[in-house]
């Protein structure tokens, strides 16, 4: 699976953007899909999760309520709207694949396999 990730910007704080990531690969139906992102000199963080179906979603708990993640196994795609943007909220946002089924681990990031290339979210204050 090849991970394309866009939409990242800059915003002002309180505004919105939404993020797409764009698979390739006959199997993406059957892999979970995740958001995670990284700020400058912190770790990888996660941001939310939904499995292959859609019916099991999770989000870390500094962006509940304001983000939502869904995806279209018709066009091999996922996307994160963000909602109420903060300036902590800055960092490169990464989506992954993967296709584990222990839900548990779902929110590290060695549980991903495949990883697209990040896209820069900056939320000016």
């Known amino acids: 699976v090849q991970l394309q990730a866009s939409g990242g910007g800059l915003v002002q704080a309180g505004g919105s953007l939404r993020l797409s990531c764009a698979a390739s690969?006959?199997?993406?139906?059957?892999?979970?899909m995740a958001w995670f992102r990284q700020a400058p000199g912190k770790g990888r963080e996660f941001v939310a999760v939904i499995n292959w179906a859609g019916g099991q979603i999770s989000y870390g708990d500094s962006v509940k309520g304001r983000f939502t993640i869904s995806r279209d196994n018709a066009k091999n795609m996922m996307c994160l709207q963000m909602n109420s943007l903060k300036p902590e909220d800055t960092a490169v946002y990464y989506c992954?694949?993967?296709?584990?089924?222990?839900?548990?681990?779902?929110?590290?990031?060695?549980?991903?396999?495949?990883w697209g290339q990040g896209t820069q979210v900056t939320v000016s204050s």
């Open positions: 992954a694949s993967d296709e584990n089924r222990d839900r548990a681990a779902w929110q590290l990031p060695l549980t991903y396999d495949y």
């Open positions: 690969g006959r199997t993406f139906s059957t892999y979970v």
